[in-house]
């Protein structure tokens, strides 16, 4: 397990909810952080980073900004003089309709798109060119989600788990006829996290994601339109919300992947979803490519 303490991180969508988890969570090791968002708030976060004995900077970016994006990572290495770990947080969610008229779709496709796949191909991009620069190795973590791979994809690999509320069947993925663009977007982040994952091996370089079931955040608060405080007024939100995972247990699994180390795993899914313990769980086999491919000997 090796020591985070002195190492330079970017989390993008640290503004609210998890990323702004992750972002405390590595400064609390000793990690460096500039972190980003769309929101002004991000930039009251460093002060707060700082006073838990690290450097922090904050940057007002659109991670699917081209411009944005070169800006935020200038702004970064200028800081923090490198880049060990990025956090590929950002994201956007909202009901997309596959009868939505023409105009909605294209706005739609925009913008779930734009941030969730194309933002994290771009900062992961933007990273990588860094991070070979250096010479030094480094992490990448895509924030996923449990709608591609959950305990049940493949069945095989099912452990199945008392905790589980889907019983001895495996809960199918897939997050419904409203998170078409949602669902697409995250899946494709399955093909940069593998290609990557080959490419970047001989360089001491991992890159895992995160595949996230339910977790209590602004984001899917505000999918559900829960207030704040929706569960101290409303049973059935409550009882919605307790079988949520929390941001700060999330949190807790990035850093103990990062402490692998460079011997750790790479273009694994981590599969955080409900009925799952919120805990870095052993490596699972790959399943949609072969451990030749990722060690380079197929």
Known sequence: MVDLAGKNALVTGAALGIGNAYARALAAEGVNVA???????????PAELEAMGVKSVACIADVGNPDDVRRYVDEAIAALGSIDILI?????????????DIDKSIADYDGII??????????????????LKQGTGGDIVNIDTDHMVTCGSPVELCPHLETCP?????RVTGGGDVMDLYDASKWGLNGLMFAWAKALKPNGIRVNAMCMGATDSHM???????????????????????????KEDSAQVVIDLLKEGPDGR??????????????????LPHIYITEEEINGTA
Do not use: S
């Open 35 to 45: 972190v980003c968002d769309r929101l002004e708030e991000i930039m009251d976060l």
């Open 88 to 100: 590929n947080n950002a994201g956007e969610i909202w009901p997309t309709l596959v009868d939505d």
């Open 114 to 131: 734009g941030t969730n796949l194309k933002g994290e191909y771009l900062m992961g991009r933007a990273v990588i060119t860094q991070m």
């Open 166 to 170: 889907w019983g001895d069947t495996p």
């Open 220 to 246: 899917i608060r505000g999918f559900f339109n829960y207030a704040h405080d929706e569960e101290d007024h409303n049973p059935e939100a409550k009882a919605d919300i307790d079988t949520w995972m929390t």
């Open 266 to 283: 790479t273009a694994n899914t981590l599969n955080l979803c409900i009925g799952r313990p919120t805990i870095l769980e052993p490596a």
